[in-house]
C-alpha cells in the first residue's frame, strides 16, 4: 500500500499521560499535515510541514503538542499531559506542491480517547 | 478557521436520485475541493477546481464554482448506497480549510 499510513489506529489513554502518533506520508511527497476532527465537524487544521520544515503552526495547536518531521519523510505528534478536550481523530495528509494546487491525501487517522 | 460552510447539514435520498451538496467561502481562492469521509475513516479526495474553472466533471460527479458567490456545488448522479457517507469542501493554499460537512445517506 503507497499510501499515508498512520500509527497507531487507536489510543486510549489516561488523563495526564503522554501520547505519540507517527505518520508515513507517500513517499514523494514534500508537504504534510496534521488535522484534528472531532466528531459532528470538518478537520481543522493543527500544523504543516515542508520537507523537514515546519511552516505553520494552528493557535490549536497548544504547548503541550509538538510535532516533528526529522529528515523530511515521517512525522510524529506528540501531546504531553493529555486532557480529555484532546479526544478526537487526529488526521495525517500529505501532498505534492505543485503550481498552485495542494491535492492532500489522507491516511486513515488514529482515534485517541483520553479517561 | 473553518472556511467552508456546506449546506444542507444532512441529505437523504433514494438510490438512483441525485444528490447536490452547496458550499460556501469567504476569502478568494486559488481552487476548491471536494472530498468524501466514510464513518469513522480518513478523507478520500473527490475532485479540485481551479479558480478559472466554471464546471467539472468526474465520472458520476459534477461540480461547479462561481466565484463571484464564492460557492460551489457538487451533484452526485445516479446515487448509490456506496454513496452514503459525508462530504466536505476545503478552501485554501497551503493547510486546507475545511466546513462542517454534508451527511449523505442514501437508501437502498
Known amino acids: 500500500d503507497t499510501g499515508v499510513s498512520q500509527n497507531p489506529r487507536h489510543k486510549i489513554t489516561k488523563r495526564g499521560q503522554n501520547v505519540t502518533f507517527r505518520c508515513d506520508p507517500i513517499?514523494?511527497?514534500?508537504?504534510l499535515y496534521w488535522y484534528r476532527q472531532t466528531l459532528g465537524q470538518g478537520p481543522e487544521f493543527l500544523t504543516y510541514?515542508?520537507?523537514?520544515?515546519?511552516?505553520?503552526k494552528s493557535r490549536l495547536l497548544s504547548d503541550r503538542f509538538s510535532a516533528e518531521r526529522p529528515k523530511g519523510s515521517f512525522s510524529t505528534l506528540e501531546i504531553q499531559r493529555t486532557e480529555q478536550g484532546d479526544s478526537a481523530m487526529y488526521l495525517c495528509?500529505?501532498?505534492?506542491?505543485?503550481?498552485?494546487?495542494?491535492?492532500?491525501?489522507f491516511g486513515p487517522g488514529t482515534r485517541l480517547t483520553v479517561l | 478557521s473553518q472556511q467552508g460552510e456546506e449546506d444542507p447539514q444532512a441529505l437523504s435520498i433514494q438510490e438512483g436520485e441525485n444528490a447536490t451538496m452547496n458550499c460556501s467561502y469567504k476569502?478568494?481562492?486559488?481552487?476548491l475541493q471536494w472530498y468524501r469521509q466514510n464513518s469513522g475513516r480518513g478523507l478520500v479526495h473527490l475532485i479540485l477546481?481551479?479558480?478559472?474553472?466554471r464546471e467539472k466533471h468526474s465520472g458520476r460527479l459534477r461540480v461547479t464554482l462561481d466565484t463571484s458567490k464564492k460557492s460551489s456545488s457538487l451533484l452526485i448522479t445516479a446515487s448509490r448506497a456506496a454513496d452514503t457517507a459525508s462530504y466536505f469542501c476545503?478552501?485554501?493554499?497551503?493547510?486546507?480549510?475545511f466546513g462542517a460537512g454534508t451527511r449523505l445517506t442514501v437508501k437502498p
Open positions: 495528509a500529505s501532498s505534492l506542491v505543485l503550481d498552485l494546487t495542494d491535492t492532500q491525501y
Open positions: 513517499s514523494e511527497h514534500n508537504r
Open positions: 510541514f515542508q520537507n523537514e520544515a515546519q511552516l505553520e
Open positions: 476569502t478568494s481562492i486559488n481552487n
Open positions: 477546481i481551479r479558480s478559472n474553472e
Open positions: 476545503a478552501t485554501g493554499y497551503g493547510y486546507a480549510r
